[in-house]
T-cell receptor
Framework: AQSVTQLGSHVSVSEGALVLLRCNYS??????LFWYVQYPNQGLQLLLK??????LVKGINGFEAEFKKSETSFHLTKPSAHMSDAAEYFC????????????FGQGTELSVKP | ETGVTQTPRHLVMGMTNKKSLKCEQH?????MYWYKQSAKKPLELMFV???????ENNSVPSRFSPECPNSSHLFLHLHTLQPEDSALYLC?????????????FGSGTRLTVV
């Protein structure tokens, strides 16, 4: 069965520092991979997605993620954190062969210190 | 505005009340989902409708009753809820078979059961 593991339920960085949120997945076939962001009392908003094109994917708000098949990882990065990046981040994998249902990770709460 | 609209945004109800949550999308999607998000807990998939047919019901108590009258509308009927049902209820939609677009989420309904 597919699964998604997000390492660290809470990550804290200083404003201007590198943001690195980790995501590892298990899938028997090449998957679609997604990162979503959720601000307080809001729904989930798509940040970026990997769908078997370029392995380095750029998203909104300066975020990017790299698909590494050998490591089964899809870590999310941003070179310089901004206060407005404080939110909950979810990694998700979609098994193309099983109707495309998304399997979500547990979420990582990102705090940004001034 | 994501294209998925949930109403109401906030709802307070007593344990003996009956209320309904509404979700509407005009993205041309043919699958819709209900999720429950409680504080400090992972996203819980409640129901999946694909092509207007319920295809998944994840052991949700019968006090939650979904309805999908057409591919654009999804309801969650609530009755005799318990305080532990207080949560953010999220609706999402997608295309099946998947085309790599992932899910589009609404902003959620914050439900408080008193």
């Amino acid at each position: 069965a597919q699964s998604v593991t997000q390492l660290g339920s809470h990550v804290s960085v200083s404003e201007g520092a590198l943001v690195l949120l980790r995501c590892n997945y298990s899938s028997s076939v090449p998957p679609y991979l997604f990162w979503y962001v959720q601000y307080p009392n809001q729904g989930l908003q798509l940040l970026l997605k990997y769908t078997s094109a370029a392995t380095l994917v750029k998203g909104i708000n300066g975020f990017e993620a790299e698909f590494k098949k050998s490591e089964t990882s899809f870590h999310l990065t941003k070179p310089s954190a901004h206060m407005s990046d404080a939110a909950e981040y979810f990694c998700a994998v979609s098994d193309i062969g099983k109707g495309g249902k998304l399997i979500f990770g547990q979420g990582t709460e990102l705090s940004v210190k001034p | 505005e994501t294209g998925v609209t949930q109403t109401p945004r906030h709802l307070v109800m007593g344990m003996t009340n009956k209320k309904s949550l509404k979700c509407e999308q005009h993205l041309g999607h043919n699958a819709m989902y209900w999720y429950k998000q409680s504080a400090k807990k992972p996203l819980e998939l409640m129901f999946v409708y694909s092509l207007e047919e319920r295809v998944e019901n994840n052991s949700v108590p019968s006090r939650f009753s979904p309805e999908c009258p057409n591919s654009s509308h999804l309801f969650l009927h609530l009755h005799t809820l318990q305080p532990e049902d207080s949560a953010l209820y999220l609706c999402a939609s997608s295309l099946v078979p998947p085309t790599g677009g992932g899910y589009t989420f609404g902003s959620g309904t914050r439900l408080t059961v008193v």
